[in-house]
């Protein structure tokens, strides 16, 4: 019988954390679809004479970082393995900070302006960029 059917299942109950993840991913991000593409939060924020990109999670935690010609980058690595940030070949100025382990960091000055794409060389697959502006 069809109402035997719901009782059944309404004896059914999945445990509290499934079933808030659940609720969660049915809600969708909160964004609304209409608003067209997300920029980056340093594309539009306004460049600074020096900036730190923390590394956790074998991720850089900004994808993209913005500071003036001439200005300084630090890279704080917070992950329990050794990570590097090494420039694309194309970026406008080459650098490397060399093996980074826990706790540890380097600065990097970056004078000429342009975009630079860098990677960890441990983990490939770790990626960011810098943007030098005038």
């Known amino acids: 019988m069809p109402g035997e059917l719901v009782t059944r ?3 059914f109950s999945l ?3 499934v ?5 969660a991913a049915g809600c969708g991000s909160g964004s609304d679809e209409k608003a067209g593409p997300q920029k980056d939060a340093a594309s539009s924020a306004p460049a600074e004479q020096a900036a730190k990109v923390d590394i ?5 935690a900004s994808k993209t970082t913005r500071v003036k010609a ?3 980058v630090a890279w704080a690595n917070q992950d329990k393995a050794p990570h590097t ?4 070949p ?3 100025g080459k650098f490397d900070t060399g093996t980074l382990d826990k ?3 380097k600065q990097v000055r970056l004078d000429k302006p342009g975009r630079y794409k860098y990677f960890c060389a441990f983990h490939r697959f770790m990626e960011g960029e810098v943007e030098v502006v005038q």
């Open 56 to 60: 956790a999670k074998f991720e850089f």
């Open 90 to 92: 194309s970026a406008p």
């Open 103 to 105: 706790g540890k960091q």
């Open 9 to 11: 299942v309404s004896r």
């Open 19 to 23: 079933t808030c993840l659940a609720l």
């Open 85 to 88: 940030a090494k420039s694309e």
């Open 15 to 17: 445990p509290a954390p």
């Open 70 to 72: 001439g200005g300084m």
